[in-house]
């Protein structure tokens, strides 16, 4: 009796974490890219980059999306040139924006039995990086930094989401 009994909770935790995890995080791996490059147009196409970006993540199956907003995964490379010093500071700057709501709405919608409604926006993943460099290693830079980045954010994924559930 207690091996039936074990067997059947077996199988029915079995089959409700599939239905949980199809019907609660499913889409949650769909990031929608935004390249933002800003003082940078002669050194790289922010359209080259989102190509770049999107082929890297597809290639450890992390998918993108153009239907929807959010999770926006935003990029932003930012320079700027300064007339005392030759050569050009530039950030990387990887950023995720998702919808999110706060502990204190969270649990108010528990006593009083309401559907949530005030979501925003914020951010719920950053990792940034500043540096310099002239204009002839400029390119090379940016692109190490962006590299950089990209891998901390792929490892950053899989260590939150060990099994890829979302």
């Given at each position: 009796m207690i091996r039936l009994l074990s067997f059947l909770l077996f199988i029915n935790i079995f089959f409700c974490q599939d239905s949980w995890h199809d019907g609660n995080m499913n889409g949650l791996n769909l990031f929608h890219v935004n390249v933002v490059v800003d003082g940078?147009?002669?050194?790289?196409s922010s359209d080259w980059i989102k190509s770049k970006i999107i082929?890297?993540?597809e290639e450890y199956k992390i998918?993108?999306?153009e239907e929807t907003a959010y999770p926006l995964l935003r990029i932003l490379l930012a320079g700027k040139s300064m007339v005392e010093v030759p050569g050009i500071y530039y950030t990387v700057e990887f950023s995720v924006i998702h919808h999110t709501v706060s502990v204190e709405e969270y649990s108010e919608s528990f006593t009083y039995n309401e559907e949530l409604q005030k979501f925003r926006t914020s951010k719920v993943y950053e990792h940034q990086s500043i540096g310099y460099s002239n204009n002839e290693y400029l390119k090379e830079r940016v692109l190490?930094?962006?590299d950089d980045h990209l891998n901390h954010f792929i490892g950053q994924w899989f260590a939150d989401n060990p099994r890829r559930q979302f």
């Open positions: 940078l147009e002669g050194t790289l082929e890297n993540l998918q993108t999306t190490t930094a962006l």
